[in-house]
Nanobody
């Protein structure tokens, strides 16, 4: 199962980007989706997650109020709207999928996208 992530790029601090992650239809149904990131030289970290029904979303404290995760079930796609970007948001961003309830732990996810680079300059 392959998730296709897109939407990364280079922006200046304060700018916005929207990441998208498309999954196969049979994968997207009844799966919680998550976004993680790996900054240069650092470990992977949790960013945001959303339940399969979209009723609950959870964010890392570092992005709360700036990032919004959403899903479009008709398009089998999950989005990460990133506003007020900061240089410390620079990372490779990964989307992931898991069956059942959401998790903040990347080890709980079954499927991963290939990663998309986000670079924020000051």
């Amino acid at each position: 199962v392959q998730l296709q992530a897109s939407g990364g790029g280079s922006v200046q601090a304060g700018g916005s980007l929207r990441l998208a992650c498309k999954a196969p239809a049979r994968t997207f149904e009844r799966t919680s989706m998550g976004w993680f990131r790996q900054p240069p030289g650092k470990e992977r970290e949790f960013v945001a997650t959303i339940t399969w029904a979209g009723e609950i979303a959870h964010y890392a404290d570092s992005v709360k109020g700036r990032f919004t995760i959403s899903r479009d079930d008709a398009k089998h796609t999950v989005y990460l709207q990133m506003n007020s970007l900061k240089p410390e948001d620079t990372a490779v961003y990964y989307c992931a999928a898991k069956g059942g309830w959401y998790s903040l732990n990347g080890d709980d996810y079954d499927y991963w996208g290939q990663g998309t680079q986000v670079t924020v300059s000051s």
